[in-house]
């Protein structure tokens, strides 16, 4: 293929932008590389957050730019990523929510900032390491579409589900404006993880074993209770049962989610699993994982954010809450102020206030929002 476009990839040091790398050079696509330096060690609190990884994450990144022959570069979106990422995750924690700062991550930096910075360099497209794909998109009933690469078009484009089921990351990809989908690439997008990393020992890419990233969005593996430590105080309460017994003390309601399990500290008997957080009691409702009040059947969305045209205002489609769960069948209504109702075939379990309900029509991702 001869294709002179020229394409801003962001290389976080992993093997899946690596070899996104690769297959867009083979694809004849002036490549530039760039690692978005969001969080380092001077924005880090505490021992436990002394090193956040950067440096080493470049490093790896700038030597398969080196091997692959591409210009590198370090793009310093730091002070966005707080404005934007950070201080939301703080402040809805704050209001007893659990927010995903994966999802305003690429909203605010990863196709906001970094697209500003593609039309800077003259950059025609952006492309990631995302297991994701993007197609056409003319109807709601879409499940015949293909897959494709972002052309000439400037319309009528939405994003397909990974082929890798297992690493599909349209969850995190909602909440991205519409009006940039022509200019993204996904080059893996139609690739499974053992043949991307098959194809990076095949390039010779020392980054070919290595294991992928997890925690928050570029601040690397910590605890989130932890992390949240760091700025919210602790401030203890009682752990309460459903039917008024109490259990035990917790160190904050703040720093607990609706479903959690783990940390809460009791001993003996069956597991509890929280419930609801009580805010002006700083009580933590806690239940057994098969009380009915674990499980709910519908619930509400703001901040929606839709990536197909027309839809009308009442759809069935699938949809999940959660990263990696299975989809669930669903009736989505869109309400005039702007906020949807969701009510499900089976009830599903846990339901957390601020996490994202993402929705879908066959492989097509139609959007999605933050449930209320």
């Known amino acids: 293929m001869t294709n002179s476009s020229k394409v801003l990839l962001g290389m976080s040091g992993g093997v899946d932008s690596s070899v996104s790398a690769a297959l867009l050079l083979e694809q004849g696509y002036e490549v530039i590389g760039a690692f978005m330096k969001n969080w380092s060690e001077n924005e880090c609190n505490g021992p436990e957050f002394k090193e956040c990884g950067w440096k080493t994450e470049r490093r790896d990144a700038a030597r398969v730019a080196a091997k692959l022959g591409i210009p ?10 707080r404005r934007d990422v950070i201080e939301y995750l703080f402040r809805e924690s704050e209001a007893g929510r ?6 305003m991550c690429n909203k605010f930096i990863k196709f906001d900032r970094f697209v500003r910075e593609a039309d800077r360099l003259g950059c025609e497209f952006i492309a990631t390491g995302h297991y994701a794909r993007i197609a056409r998109s003319r109807s709601f009933d879409s499940s015949s579409q293909k897959a494709g690469l972002a052309q ?4 009528d484009w939405s994003i397909l589900a990974g082929k890798d089921s297992n690493k599909d990351q349209t969850y995190f990809l909602w909440a991205i404006d519409k009006k940039i989908l022509p200019r993204i690439i996904f080059p893996i997008g139609e690739m499974k ?14 980054v070919a074993e290595k294991k992928d990233s997890v925690g928050i969005c570029f601040v690397g593996e910590v605890e989130m209770r932890e992390f949240l430590k760091t700025r919210i105080k602790e401030d203890p309460g009682k752990i309460v049962t459903t039917d008024g017994k109490i259990v035990g003390e917790h160190s904050g309601i703040y720093f607990f989610t609706i479903g959690q399990r783990h940390g ?3 001993g003996g008997g069956a597991p509890y699993y929280v419930v609801e957080k009580r805010e002006k009691t700083k009580e933590l409702i806690v239940t057994s994982n098969y009380h009915p009040s674990l499980y709910k059947d519908e619930l509400c969305v703001e901040q929606i954010n839709l990536l197909v045209d027309s839809l009308p205002k009442n759809i069935k489609c699938k949809s999940r809450i959660r990263y990696r769960q299975p989809l669930q069948s669903c009736a989505v209504t869109f309400l005039p102020n702007k906020k949807v109702v969701v009510k499900f075939d089976k009830s599903q379990r846990a339901v957390t206030p601020g ?9 097509v991702m139609l959007g999605g929002g933050v449930i209320v």
């Open 193 to 206: 993880k053992p043949e991307v990393r098959a194809k990076a020992r095949e390039l010779g890419l020392d």
């Open 355 to 363: 996490q994202s309900i993402v929705f879908y029509d066959a492989e």
């Open 72 to 81: 590198f570069l370090t793009l310093d979106f730091e002070k966005e990523y």
């Open 98 to 103: 659990t927010p995903n700062p994966d999802v």
């Open 152 to 155: 000439d078009d400037t319309k």
């Open 264 to 266: 809460l500290n009791i």
